[in-house]
């Protein structure tokens, strides 16, 4: 795992190109994992997706500012789940939790690692999923998910 003094950085880009953003991590992202909630099926039309929480310091929206559009379901509900989306292609770019996350006064954005560059990332230490989340509404068959992470 990288030290802090040596960041690494991970650029992504939405479905059609018009959204770009660039990561900068210092440290592990907060919260990672696999969702398996129906919520999140239905905002990404797909049985289960990856994500990973990290300080909003640590992303760059590069290109497509006005690209983004943003959809929140219950406004009071706390923390604030904002969905962003891009407005020319529908791809999910990103998440904003707040103005809380476990109590704390911050401000979070999940990112999904199937839209960085690197390929690989989704793996990468800073980024690699943790658990698998809200297993019990889960439509893929996860008796023949072996990868050990816990299940909640
Ligand atoms: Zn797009
Ligand atoms: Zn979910």
């Given at each position: ?5 040596e960041p690494?950085?991970f650029s992504?880009h939405?479905?059609c190109g018009a959204v770009?953003?660039?990561l900068?991590l210092h440290?592990?992202a907060t919260?990672?994992g ?6 999140c099926?239905r905002?990404?039309a ?18 497509g500012?006005?690209?983004v ?9 706390a923390?604030e789940l904002?969905r962003?989306?891009?407005t020319h ?7 904003t ?5 476990e109590g704390k006064?911050?401000?979070h954005?999940?990112?999904?690692p199937?839209?960085l560059t690197d390929?690989?990332?989704?793996q990468?230490?800073?980024?690699k999923?943790?658990y ?5 509404e889960a439509?893929?068959p996860?008796e ?9």
């Amino acid at each position: 795992m990288a030290a802090p003094s040596e960041p690494v950085e991970f650029s992504g880009h939405c479905y059609c190109g018009a959204v770009q953003f660039t990561l900068i991590l210092h440290a592990p992202a907060t919260f990672s994992g696999f969702c398996h909630c129906e919520d999140c099926q239905r905002a990404h039309a797909s049985p289960m997706y990856q994500f990973a929480y990290i300080d909003a310091s640590a992303f760059t929206l590069l290109a497509g500012q006005d690209s983004v559009k943003s959809y929140v379901r219950d406004e009071t509900k706390a923390p604030e789940l904002r969905r962003w989306f891009c407005t020319h292609c529908g791809s999910r770019v990103y998440n904003t939790l707040l103005p809380t996350l476990e109590g704390k006064v911050r401000s979070h954005i999940g990112v999904f690692p199937s839209l960085l560059t690197d390929r690989t990332a989704g793996q990468h230490a800073l980024l690699k999923p943790r658990y698998h989340l809200h297993s019990k509404e889960a439509t893929v068959p996860l008796e023949c998910v072996h990868d050990r992470l816990p299940r909640r």
